[in-house]
């Protein structure tokens, strides 16, 4: 196969470069490689010689700070940064070289089998498969309290870079091997703390909520691993959702699998793994009926059972101290899953009675929920933005269509900053509470073009009847505050009536919350009940829209992974 070099533009114009090993004659189907941390994408041209799938394409690409990419060496804003440069690398490789996710496998090494699973479980991408190498889970600090010291070093003395202890030698037994990397010139040694921490944390969140991960899977494990734990890659491997999934330890194997002596035993299964996933019939895994059984479901279930006895003295706290709170107390009156307590929290003004009452709204506007919350509002007026953008560049009408508005806050603002484009905004709700203050900010911003409507999200038939037809369609934090399928389905089914063909859907998804329990044993929603929420994974709210008539054609989610904001183009029918 040929060996060509290439770069990709990333989200925030970083370029990431990337070898490909193109066949004469592609059959459609292709292999992503992702490098250890540390090392670049070079290091895998004796594996993709080795595995000979010579109807198969074959890309590595260098993650951002590493190799050829741009980028201060083993530096990186977080985590979720260079997940983000996976899928627009994987979307790049789609546009141009005509790969199809449907027909391509992962294999990911360490950092590398981090960033992977990271893609897959917080973008879902609906590839055929993953191999996850000696993924770096949880790295061995040897230091005592490692974790917390760079935090604090991190809170004191803000970025730094931290040299890691890892010698050639710890990472194979192949003298050959462990001369060439250490006179490699691109290898470096050195991490950001931010990004170590952030390798942590992101972890951590993978493991816990592994079971929305459906993916066939293989983890091929190292016997000897000096570098990372083998207990956590099977704690990850145990929660997998995913109906076809393998877990391998390669016996007396140090960390660098694909580099040790019995490097070809290595590559011989991950390539019966490969084209196993290559020869299965793509399947959506039963997403559209997980509100039926399943893994959020199964959770989902648990929080409507009685709860542990200390979360009632929780909630008796936040309903007698926590009323000193502007914000609390407004959530108790209103619900705080209510337009306005979101548009509160979208102010993000602490204020309370006395100095109590400040701080408990500081640190209730503060928690991550609401923090992820203003990241969503953020993405979705940056996704507002550019589809706005496109389609006046295209010559088309802009009319927005927001199917379930609250307050309206980030479309009037968001139509304020596009003063230059021509726009018309229909802001419908079900409550008119919402609908006075939306009109009360356009008002306030003087933004012109705005209608406000009292109407169900989820009569499909009203919502197909809708004229002018619009072309985007908002659907923001709607659908996360109900468990069932059905009225979503007929949500969008209504949506996808009205919107013109090439319209652009923009649309939320909560598919990991670490507070989850908290909201349902403590807090209430707008019809004074628990606040109780079934989880979607990004593949299933995935699966719902496409099965609507839509594909999605980008994605943001916070660095924290906890919500995002997608958007789709209305398919011809």
Known sequence: MQLTT????SWDGTRLFYRAWMPEKPAGKAVLLFHRGHEHSGFWQET???????DCSVFAWDQRGHGQSDGERGQAPNVAAVIKDADLFARHLCETHGIDLQQTVVIAHSIGAVIAAGWVHDYAP???GMVLAAPAFRVKLYVPLAIPLLRMRQKFFGPGIVKSYVKAKLLTHDAERIGAYEKDPMVFRQIAVNMLLDLHDTSARLVKDAGAITTPTLIIAAGKDWIVELPVQRDFYARLSSAVKQFEVIP????????????????ERVKGFVLDCFRRTPCDNGQLNADQGGYT???YDLLRSPGEAHWSLIRLFLQTFGRLSDGVSLGWNAGFDSGLSLDYVYNNRPAGRALLGWLIDYFYLNSIGWRGIRARR??????LRLSM?????????????????????YVVETMKTMAAVPVTAVLRDYKQENLDAAARLAKQLGVSGITTVLGDAFDRDSLASLTPRPTIAIVSGLYELFPENAPIRRSLEGIAQTIEVGGHLIYTCQPWHPQVEFIARVLTNRESKPWIMRRRTQAEMDALVRAAGFEKISQAVDRWGVFTVSVARRRPT
């Open 252 to 267: 007396g194997a140090y960390h660098s699998i694909f580099q040790e002596t019995n490097r070809r035993e290595v590559v």
């Open 126 to 128: 609906r590839l055929c």
């Open 297 to 299: 479901r199964t959770e």
């Open 48 to 54: 993709v010689d080795a595995l000979h799938l010579d």
């Open 389 to 409: 953008e496109q389609l006046a560049k295209a010559g088309r009408a802009v009319r927005i269509l927001d199917v379930a508005c609250g307050a309206g806050r």
């Open 6 to 9: 290439h770069s990709a533009t």
């Open 378 to 383: 953020a993405n979705l007026q940056d996704s």
